[in-house]
């Protein structure tokens, strides 16, 4: 990202007094402690995942030989409103309520992880990554499939129906499409 300034000016003679903060007559003040910024989702069933969501839980109809389902994830904005705006300032869900739900697949210490959310907002385009993201197809949709932590894994993302669904693992790019062409 690059950002420029022209015709920046400091100390335009705005007094200092304009900048003082007055809390509301009726405003409640919370101070947050260090609590209220942990976001740690404990593992979840897929039976307890559908009963958290309002949409039906894209199911892998193929998955790589080995990999079993293991737990399930879900995350809501509303469940930790100060953290979820503060983590998500810069994205593209920042002030709204979305939910997410991650089934996670493993083969020994490998994971596959789905991830769905859903924001009631809509969603926004996908976008590139730069030179290291490809445009795929996925179900005649467009994606994108790029790397993550480093290039040690790949991440495949693209929307269906309202939803921005992220398959996330080490696996080779022919089979994350093979993964989100059979999601039901």
Known sequence: MTIEIQDL???S????SEFEFEIPKRAQVKVLGPEDFKIEPKEITLEEAKQLVDFDILIPEYLPDGYE??????FSSEDTPYSAFLHSGFSAFAGQHYKQVTLVYANGDDEIR?????????????QGFGSEGEYVLVN?????IYPAFGGNMKALAWQNEGRKVTILSSLDKAELLNIAENLT
């Open 140 to 144: 005649g949709k467009k994606g994108m």
């Open 9 to 11: 000016k400091l100390n």
């Open 114 to 126: 789905i991830t769905e959310k859903i924001s009631e907002k809509g969603l926004p385009e996908i």
């Open 13 to 16: 003679g705005i007094p200092d």
């Open 69 to 74: 389902f293991s737990y399930s994830v879900f």
